[in-house]
């Protein structure tokens, strides 16, 4: 009776499992209820059934690593309580708090309990495979939708007033394309899921061209190539980033087992395979040169300066958190509270920053290594990195050829993970976190060998470890050692690499006014001339200008500055809008005359709203301009009523600029703009 009662709670778990794998690409809301079944199912089984497998798959200490981060934030937060009350502090903590996703880490040794029978092995490798084309499938048809899939179905297939609609991301002829989501909410929780299920996808196909060409290779290579059409569409660069580290290990680490996979090749596959790479990257140019998104985020991987540089702010106002709470953090659920406490010292400092930082999300450290360390404190980060080395050591500790057709090469997605979660929160996004414990589980398990030909080899390798003795299998773990350690040190090195040079910069100086004109050339143009440091203003220019006197007649708008002051609530601003636009005296085709429209734009979140800032033209002023300083201070019409509360009643006055007076014939010379700290370049502002 009780062995029924066992094999029954099995069998449901293992159902409730497979149906997580077809519901998470889908709808988070579903997936989350078959986890909850897989775990009410399989938690009496995992604990009250001892299995020798547990041991063997190695999913116990991943999953005692990361419930130590947890633990660690949890009692971080409990000591910084107080005297509220108990009940209280739950309520709290479990709602706001990081411990919200804490069962969710029940599914690694639970996954990995079911992965452990290779009759279990072999339905789930269907399933994962099932849930890869699903995914695939959802962000190809949100890539032409202008509805969000997730809210369109869930509204009854109806678009209701008021949600939110897809991002433009350019044409491809007379085709509109969007950013693709699939059935999620951001691109970046699709690209994490992406992250999560292509590399094993890509890496299964890519180990059956040696085989016969049937019709479901066809079928693979056209769910691979969409695929990767979709992943570069949805401009997730860190997911990029993380997809591309992790076939760099593979092909390191079993660059021998890949060779063997390639098929003979005749001389005219050899042309056919050269004529479709070349036509890939004329493909990719033409979606570059169309798709306006694809082109800022190539560009600003190379950028120090750039708008879209929240992360400098997150990470400069996080590091002074962890300096001062070390050893235990600040506790699960106030990071928030705290970075707000530091961007507000910020904008004490830098009263400009005050709507760039009021934009920045502050819910999570955009890093997962620093959003825990944080939280839990240094060893929090410790056990962190434990956790990613335990992973690494699973991958290196055995041939890449041994995992081909097992479940663990089709969850190898989950070490993308670990440098994607350098630029973005992963782990702390439910939509991914869930997948990814249950691919953790996979992944540990799931490296036994489903097949016959990968049991011979894994004896034979045994066999041959033996003959060579004690002396291989110690170099060889010191081999697979060094491997994991330069896994995971390399990418937190090169990561610092990247970042120090940009934290070292002041606020103001990585701070970039936002510029708008109908001519992309004439935008770098400005921007590069918008000074930092007025001394500046005389310098020799790098080069001469790439734009012709009729593109530098064109207008442009610059974002000026908040017609109220600092804090919080504001009070309306006294003081005009001034600021100098300097001649170098070097300049050959400097303008004659300046034109300035005052613009006054709202102020809110667009990111939040998900609605554009309306704004009016107020004034317009005329200029004669001469070389070296030229005070600027157009007509305006200030506010005089109060705001309750930022962005209440809180505008930008913008300037439209439109230089003119250039001579024909020669490369016209942008002047060069100074707004001081608040647009105050003539007028000393007092409180």
């Known amino acids: 009776m009780k062995e029924t009662v066992w094999n029954r709670m099995e069998k449901v778990s293992l159902f409730s499992l497979c149906l997580f794998l077809v519901a998470f690409p889908l709808s988070v809301s579903v997936s989350q209820i078959f986890a909850g079944l897989t775990i009410a199912a399989g938690l009496p089984f995992l604990i009250l059934r001892k299995n020798e497998d547990d041991s063997k798959n190695g999913a116990l200490l991943p999953f005692l690593f990361f419930l130590g981060i947890y633990l660690l934030a949890f009692f971080s937060s409990l000591t910084r309580a107080g005297k509220n009350p108990i009940g209280s502090f739950f309520l709290t903590y479990v709602k706001r708090s990081e411990f919200g996703d804490f069962w969710m880490l029940f599914l690694l040794p639970i996954s990995a309990r079911i992965a452990s029978s290779e009759k279990n092995r072999t339905v789930l490798k269907r399933w994962i495979f099932f849930s890869a084309y699903l995914l695939v499938a959802t ?92 992943l570069l569409l949805n401009q997730s660069r860190s997911i990029w980033l993380g997809i591309f580290f992790l076939f760099l290990c593979c092909f390191l680490h079993g660059n021998r087992t890949l060779r063997k996979r390639l098929p003979s090749v005749s001389k005219r596959g050899k042309w056919t395979a050269v004529a479709i790479l070349v036509l890939i990257l004329l493909s990719s140019v033409f979606l570059l040169k169309d798709n306006w998104l694809i082109r800022r985020s190539v560009s600003q991987i190379f950028e120090i300066h750039n708008t879209e540089n929240q992360r400098y702010y997150i990470y400069k106002n996080t590091l002074p958190i962890i300096r001062e709470n070390p050893w235990f953090g600040v506790g699960g659920g106030n990071y928030t509270e705290f970075h707000r406490r530091r961007s507000e010292t910020m904008i004490a400092r830098e009263e400009q920053l005050w709507y ?84 953790c589980g996979f992944f540990l398990a799931g490296k036994n060998a489903d097949a016959g030909s990968s049991e011979t080899t894994t004896v034979q390798n045994e066999g041959s470890a033996k003959g060579f003795g004690l002396g ?55 921007q590069k001339n918008i000074l930092k440091f007025e ?82 033209e107020l004034k317009t002023s005329r200029f004669e301009l001469k070389k070296g300083k030229n005070p600027i201070r157009p007509e305006d019409v200030l506010p005089k009523g109060p705001s309750l509360g930022f962005p209440n009643g809180v505008f930008f006055h913008d300037f439209r600029i439109r230089f003119s007076g250039f001579h024909n014939g020669k490369k016209a010379d942008i002047p060069r703009l100074y707004f001081g700290r608040i647009c105050d370049t003539e007028l000393p502002l007092t409180r």
């Open 472 to 526: 291989a299998a110690f170099r060889k773990r010191i081999r697979v050692l060094i491997q994991t350690v330069s896994a995971l040190g390399i990418p937190l090195f090169l990561y610092w690499i990247f970042w120090i040079p940009r934290l070292n910069l002041e606020p103001l100086e990585a701070y970039n006014r936002r510029i708008r004109s109908a001519d992309p050339g004439l935008i770098r143009e400005v």
């Open 139 to 230: 962000g190809c048809i949100s890539l032409f939708t202008e509805v969000r899939l997730g809210k369109f179905v869930s509204n009854g297939f109806k678009y209701a007033l008021g949600d939110r609609l897809q991002h433009f991301s350019g044409n491809v002829g007379p085709v509109k394309l969007y950013l693709p989501i699939g059935m999620m909410n951001t691109h970046l929780t699709y690209g994490g899921l992406l992250g999560l299920l292509l590399p094993g996808l890509i890496l299964e196909w890519f180990g059956t061209w040696n085989r016969k060409k049937d019709a479901f290779f066809w079928f693979q290579t056209v769910c691979v190539a969409i695929g990767l059409v979709v």
């Open 535 to 616: 001394s500046n203003w005389n310098e020799k220019r790098d080069g001469a200008s790439g734009i012709s006197p009729r593109q530098a007649e064109l207008p442009f708008q610059v974002e000026g500055c908040l017609t109220h002051r600092y804090p919080d609530p504001p009070q309306p601003r006294t003081e005009p809008f001034t600021f100098r636009i300097y001649v170098p005296e070097r300049d050959e085709n400097p303008p004659a005359h300046a034109e300035i429209t005052m613009i006054e734009r709202e102020s809110f979140d667009q990111d939040q709203a998900y609605w554009a800032h309306a704004e009016k």
């Open 356 to 439: 760039e930082l009021s934009i920045t999300p502050r819910g999570h450290a955009h890093n997962d290594l620093l959003h825990w360390t944080t939280i839990g404190g240094v060893f929090a980060g410790i056990l962190f990195l434990i956790f990613w080395g335990k992973l690494f050591l699973s991958f290196f500790g055995r041939n890449l050829e041994e995992r081909f057709e097992t479940l663990s090469l089709r969850s190898i997605g989950i070490l993308a993970l670990f440098p994607a979660g350098f630029f973005q929160c992963y782990l702390l996004d439910d939509e991914v976190v869930l997948p990814f414990f249950v691919f």
